[in-house]
């Protein structure tokens, strides 16, 4: 059999249209010969009635519910998503059959509500797959080897289509949303934004992790150690072969191939004054103490400086405060991260980016990178602009 993986998020299954649309794309792949494994999120976002937050909220964010009971209620609307697609593929004639996380052989962790897959034994898929049958599955979510049911954190469908995708040796992975793939920039703040055809793994990663939310990155992690092609395309695309490939394959020589950005992101710098090295570590230990993670890190003998969410500043300056430390903070920051595999080695970039942010009078906080990955730290009111002046700096909507 050739086997392909679709997955559709849950704007893709929002409305009785749209899940016709993703009909329409099983039917599609079923005429050209595949056999399709249908993974599906909860149908729509908060406020939705079975969507995952909307579930969540009923019962007070789940304060008082333990967390394998947590993780029952949250995987009730992955499979309500896949029971009313499966009612509406039998309307259309064509044969299925709901397979929950368990029964599709998905064996994960004990961490109920943030579980890792650990095995997949897809015994069950293949038989149903052999009978004839398009077999549908609820996303984000497992059992135990003790038979628990469990879910696997944010972007988990995503994560449960690529490990289907490894276990069962198919062609692809096709991940449907409601856009036409991964953008050089976010649309909704770049006007000129293009669609990329094709991203190395590395790349995809690196794009999900910093802020582009069409795929989650654990999903392009594993993807990436099994090396499984995945393509992102919109739910009504026409053509089997539209949207974003990420895969191994390296693609036609670029410097850059987009820019990524997070938002609502606070600086906070404090200056190291006769504490003594020690201090590196109490910093750092407070804050993972109190559960606060933190990014964008630098450290020198002079000062630390790293970066948190806008809405952990008072719990982080309080702690700091206590330490007898007198932290300066910057709130309402962006990090815009600039990625292409094309960078290493290469002179002049980081020229290209200070003349561009210079140029319109914005001002670098601070700035890191990698072999694939440049960050810089702009004030909030400005990101738009600097998107904007980094995306025509570096022709990416051409």
């Not at 249209?17 to 908060?46: D, F, H, K, N, T």
């Not at 392009?220 to 089997?240: C, F, G, H, T, W």
Request: proline fraction near 4%; aromatic fraction near 4%; hydrophobic fraction near 45%.
């Amino acid at each position: 059999m050739k086997i392909v993986v679709q997955k559709f998020g849950g704007t893709s299954l929002s409305t009785n249209c749209r899940r016709l649309a993703a009909c329409r794309q099983i039917i599609g792949v079923l005429e050209l010969g595949y056999a399709p494994v249908v993974v599906v999120s909860a149908m729509g976002r908060l406020n939705d009635p079975y969507a995952t937050d909307t579930l969540l909220s009923l019962v007070e964010d789940g304060k008082y519910l333990a967390a394998p009971e947590q993780a029952l209620l949250l995987s009730c609307g992955e499979i309500i998503s896949a029971s009313i697609l499966s009612n509406l593929l039998g309307k259309l004639e064509v044969q299925n059959r709901v397979l929950t996380g368990a029964q599709a052989g998905i064996i994960t962790s004990s961490d109920h509500t943030k579980a890792i897959i650990h095995d997949v034994n897809p015994t069950k898929i293949i038989a149903e797959l052999r009978r004839g049958k398009v077999v549908v599955i609820p996303g984000f979510q497992g059992q135990t080897k003790e038979g628990d049911v469990t879910t696997l954190g944010r972007g988990g469908s995503d994560t449960t289509a690529v490990a289907l995708g490894a276990a069962l040796n198919a062609e692809s992975v096709d991940i449907f949303t409601d856009v036409n793939g991964i953008m050089t920039a976010d649309p909704a703040v770049v006007k000129e934004a293009t669609i990329l055809r094709n991203v190395t793994f590395d790349e995809a990663f690196e794009l999900a992790a910093q802020g582009a939310k069409v795929i989650h990155p654990h999903a392009v992690s594993r993807a990436m150690e099994d090396q499984l092609p995945v393509r992102i395309k919109a739910y009504n695309s026409s053509s089997l072969f539209s949207g974003t490939l990420i895969s191994d394959k390296p693609t036609k020589q670029r410097l850059i191939t987009g820019i990524a950005h997070l938002s609502n992101i606070a600086q906070i710098k404090i200056k190291i004054v006769d504490q003594g090295t020690e201090i590196y570590g109490k910093v750092f230990q407070a804050m993972a103490s109190a559960g606060l993670n933190v990014d964008f890190i630098s450290v020198s003998p002079a000062e630390i400086t790293y970066t948190i969410l806008d809405k952990l500043v008072p719990r982080a300056i309080d702690i700091l405060m206590k330490l007898d430390l007198e932290p300066e903070c910057i709130k309402d920051c962006a990090k815009l991260s600039i990625v292409g595999s094309g960078i290493t080695g290469v002179p002049g970039v980081m020229a290209k980016i200070v003349t561009a942010l210079m140029d319109q009078d914005i001002p670098i906080l601070q700035s890191a990178d990698s072999y694939t990955t440049i960050w810089v730290l702009v004030p909030g009111k400005k990101m738009s602009t600097a998107l904007t002046a980094l995306h025509q700096a570096f022709l990416l909507g051409k």
